[in-house]
């Protein structure tokens, strides 16, 4: 959010108060009155965020004495603050020039110059030039650090990656700042910042200062039609007159989490607010309270795709640096719907740097998280980085993207699409921005692509009635039963999404109170693309009699009746079904396709269902409430005909009875 460009202007004008404090204890090098009156103007522009007006003033009291060392310095300081880098460089020399040795730090800042506008081998020299006219005096400034940082810029330049970001054109850039972008899985909406003038009138008259009196962040966003993406469209329901910036989509696209400052309801100077797609639009926001919020600040929310964990951006007490990455998980919900989170969890020391980090971006694949970050070695202010999780859960170290993604300014807010073969991201350094902040597209490298995951798409409905209906879906392993993702579908159009790793087979429950569960299975292979997810049309059955529902993920081995471990997974989902539901008796059926004996496929569907009523009443479930019967092969689902029908026509059912 704007945090990190306010910072910036602090800092410069602490450099400035260095200046000013100096220069207190001596007179100033002119002596035309009418020079002092315009400087001190200056300074009173200057604090009131002014800038353009200061460097007027400063321009008429150099008119006055164009030997007055103060003016030059002064402006010097805020053209950087401005990015008006060739009026900086014309006020550095001219310093220079008056007397070399009346400001040491122009050395220092002249280094910075030379970095800031990509000239990486003069950054050196001028470094070089501080130190040895501080001689041994002491300094808090760091030049080596920036002599590093240039090092590390140029030889990347030398050797760039092959990216070619590619703006996202005026559908959703425009003359102001857009930033941290937020894409669902399917790639068909996209969600992003908008830095908007308070004042238009002032803005195309010419450069604002970046800060609260000037603009406020508000949400926009874009769905992509066959031609490209739609003309942006404020969002509303959440936009207010103070900032909302740094939204977090859902993988489905239907929650949203971002961050708002000096709301009234806040815990601290900024924190994280929940809101869902409804019919209507976006929901109210809710704060989603402690113990993510507190009287600190907590901004810049990622969601995770397994539902379950929010990353964010907070400098609350216990980190390693000024604005580390912390993580929450999901414990339970309350009867509005907003989510209740865990005590944070600091990410560690691969992530988190002395300095500050931002934009954090867990992937589809929830194992490779992209972020911001001005503590690791790289080229700006903030450089983008990536670090995988490893098996026993530890984060890698953190790897710079490179050139030209990254550049002498600052790069946040990448995400990646699901794929893993694009990104999105906001820069004010590329050669074809707008003005100031743009948000690009590129193809993402092998060496930094996720693990590649696809999604599933569909919707549940009422089955007597055909109505759209909200319900919770668990997905998971059928290896180990582990959870890969939890997720809903939206009450109003019953719609639902899911990403999912590719190369394991997983299995789906779907839950709906007064209804009987849905379960299915599926192979997500290598070969498996995004282009072509698997579409479902769930139909959830109202608990009465004689209702039916398959078992799809109870498994037997070909000709036996001897239930594979996987199975346990989908048995103990019946048991919390039957445990829910006190009054429901079941009858567990077994069925065969028409391979075979009609005599032997009969034993067999018998002998199948009576291993899952003994699974059950293992389970401590009173006998009078499950019984089994086969069917063999007298009540196929399809036809026989297709390997496809036998495989439906082999199942285990539940009927109510």
Known sequence: MMVFKLTYIFLLSALCAVFFNVNAQKSLTTKSKKAIAFYEEAKGFYVNNQFRDAILSLDDAIAKDD???????????????????????????????????????????????????????????????????????????????????????????????????????????????????????????????????????????GDLPKNPMNFQEDFYQSYLKQEGWSARTAITSINTDSNEGAQALSADGHWMFFASCNRPDSKGSCDIYFSRRTIEGWSKPINIGIPVNSPYGETQPSFSADGKTLYFISNRPGGIGKNDIWKSEIISFLSNGCPVFSKPENLGEAINSPLSESSPFIHHDNQTLYFSSKGWLGFGEMDLFVSRRDSNGNWTEAVNLGYPINSNRDEIGLVINAEGNKGYFSSDGLSDTKNGKDIYEFELPENVKPQKTTYVKGTVYDKETQRPLGAHLRIFRIEDGQDISVSESTSFSGEFLFCLPIGSSYGLKVNKEGYLFYSDHFNVSESATIENPKKLKVYLSKIKKDEVVVLNNVFFDHDSYALKMTSYHELDDVILFLNSNPAITIEFGGHTDNVGDANYNMELSQKRAKAVYDYIISKNIPKDRVSFMGYGMNQPLMSNDTEEGKAKNRRTEIKVL
């Open 67 to 205: 030997r007055f060392i103060e003016a030059y310095i002064f402006k010097a300081d805020i053209c950087e603050i401005i990015k008006k880098y060739e009026l900086q460089e014309e006020a550095l020399k001219k310093t220079l020039e008056i007397d070399s040795m009346y400001f040491i730090p122009t050395y220092y800042n002249m280094g910075i110059l030379m970095y800031n506008t990509g000239r990486y081998n003069e950054v050196e020299p001028w470094m070089k030039r501080f130190t040895n006219n501080m001689g041994t005096r002491r300094t808090k400034l760091n030049p080596q650090s920036w002599i590093d940082k240039a090092a590390f810029a140029q030889k990347a330049i030398d050797h760039p990656n092959p990216y070619n970001p590619v703006n996202l054109g005026p559908s959703i850039n425009s003359e102001y700042d857009e930033y941290w972008p937020s894409i669902s899985a399917d790639g068909e909406n996209i969600v992003f910042t908008v830095l908007v003038p308070n004042d238009i009138l002032k803005f195309s008259q």
